[in-house]
């Protein structure tokens, strides 16, 4: 039976008479989940409005006893683990073991941020003028809207929200019509956790409706948006036009060099989980794999096999789900299928469920293109799926050229033995996080994660960095009298 959700303002649910209704239908078997509002400007307004209505108080209260009602909120995350994991799974179509790890990282994120309320770092200053001093200070900004997907809903939540609040802001998010259940769990847990009276809230709707109203409203002091780069772009431009402060964590076309020195089954699994772990759906996903050419007919080899003998699925234990929907799933083996007119080798994959899935589900299965040309568009396109192109290069310089020849500068990783090689390639790629040895993977929570080119604005969060997004620094100097000396 699917579920009705409403939006959630002013630690309240308010349903949305005479909207439309977005149906969210399982990407597994397609049986209708749940329906949520396309939620109208009228409603995002009164949103806004709840939120500036708690900012006073809620700025008011000191940053360790907003970090200790954080961590209250994170023990009841641990309390409701499993349930929130069951609904992220059931959502996303994801395993139910990744979607408890998705859950850890959200509390992991509470944790962090709720141990910054002791913090928030600001700086003394030295001055040239004798008797002065100076120091900074972090003032919140205001009502912060919060515009997440839906490929790890409850850590895009847990990304934006806590640093937004522990600076002292109240947020309105606007959660994906992909993962509206988790949304609305975590607003009334925080609720219930104490971060209450409008301090959260949360409205549904499409981007086009909802997501627009939002970043419009002059009341809305920042915005931070993870999502695609066209529509980041649309963003900038709004927000450009008021001087809003604006996050932007956009798309990624990463590549992953494994050298000729590489340890090959050490770079197999890691390419593997680069670009197969979440189906391919991660902003920091391994979809180039640049391969010297001294080891790349056995690397090619391994990690078809590899690829080959991943599970589809949404049991315990399965490699992969599927994708978010099925007019995802008709793009991703659309481009494959051109990418094969165009002349490109499908080494496995390129089809959708296996026999043994459900033909409603949005499988794509595991997924390797070896490519004649580097300039193909499947080679530079960011698909959000199970999909690698495989390159052939003869050197390191070579294949530095080809990891910065994309608008994007997400992530990127390398694997060699030699740590001369690792560290010239580090400093030289185009990309926001640099991995030595491991996969194309985003950051820790006390890691700043943000990326070049098309893949963002130079912003960075999670993090400490994460404050910079989320404040206003004020210096404030003191002249003393010298009279009183």
């Known amino acids: 039976m699917s579920i009705d959700v409403h939006n959630w303002i002013g630690d309240a649910e308010q349903p949305s008479p005479g909207a439309p209704r977005i149906e969210r239908h399982s990407p597994h078997d397609g049986r209708l989940l749940s329906t949520m509002p396309d939620s109208p400007a009228t409603d995002v307004e009164r949103a806004i409005q709840s939120a500036a209505d708690a900012f006073p108080a809620w700025s008011a209260v000191t940053p360790v006893q ?21 609904i992220v799974a059931e959502e996303t179509g994801k395993p139910i073991q990744d979607a408890r790890g998705e859950v850890g990282g959200a509390i992991q994120l509470a944790d962090f941020f709720a141990g910054e309320g002791m913090r928030l770092y600001s700086r003394t200053l030295t001055s040239g003028m004798p008797g002065k001093t100076s120091h900074t200070v972090r003032q919140p900004i205001g009502v912060a809207g919060l515009i997440v997907p839906a490929n790890t809903p409850i850590a895009n939540i847990a990304w934006k929200t806590f640093p937004a609040l522990i600076c002292g802001n109240t947020a309105v998010l606007k959660a994906s019509e992909d993962a509206p259940r988790t949304a609305d769990f975590f607003a009334k847990l925080a609720s219930a956790s104490g971060i209450d009276g409008g301090v959260l809230n949360v409205v549904y709707g499409s981007g086009v409706t909802a997501g627009t109203a939002l970043v ?25 036009r008021r001087l809003g402060r604006l996050s932007l964590e956009l798309g990624g076309k990463n590549p992953m060099v494994v050298c000729d020195d590489a340890d090959l089954d050490r770079a197999v699994h890691w390419a593997a989980l680069s670009a197969f772990s979440n189906a391919g759906q991660r902003c920091a996903a391994g979809s180039r794999i640049i391969v010297m050419d001294g080891i790349y007919d056995r690397f090619r080899d391994a990690l078809g096999a590899r690829a080959r003998s991943l599970t589809l699925g949404i049991h315990e234990g399965a490699d992969l789900g599927p994708v978010m929907h099925k ?29 043994d899935q459900p033909t409603a589900g949005a499988y794509v299965a595991p997924t390797l293109v070896e490519v004649p040309s580097h300039d193909l568009d499947i080679a530079h396109r960011e698909l959000f799926g199970p999909v690698a192109t495989l390159h052939r290069v003869g050197d390191l310089a070579e294949a530095l050229e080809l990891a910065n020849g994309t608008e994007y500068g997400l992530t990127a990783a390398i694997h060699t033995r030699d740590v001369d090689r690792a560290n010239w390639f580090a400093h030289r790629v185009r990309a926001g996080v640099v991995n030595v040895n491991i996969g194309t993977y985003g950051s820790e929570p006390h890691m700043p994660f943000g990326g070049f080119g098309a893949s963002g604005n130079g912003t960075r969060e999670p993090g400490v960095e994460a404050l910079d997004v989320y404040s206003e620094l004020k210096n404030i100097s003191f002249l003393t009298r010298s009279e009183l000396i």
């Open 66 to 86: 907003r970090g200790n009602l954080v961590y209250g909120f994170a023990a009841a995350l641990r309390r409701e683990a499993e349930t929130l994991a069951a």
């Open 327 to 355: 007019r995802q799933q008709a793009t991703i083996l659309a481009a494959i299928a051109r990418a094969d007119d165009d002349g490109a080798t499908i080494l496995c994959g390129g089809s959708n469920a296996p026999a």
């Open 216 to 240: 419009a409203d002059a009341r809305v002091g920042v915005v931070s948006f993870t999502g695609s780069t066209g529509v980041g772009r649309q963003i900038a431009e709004v927000m450009g």
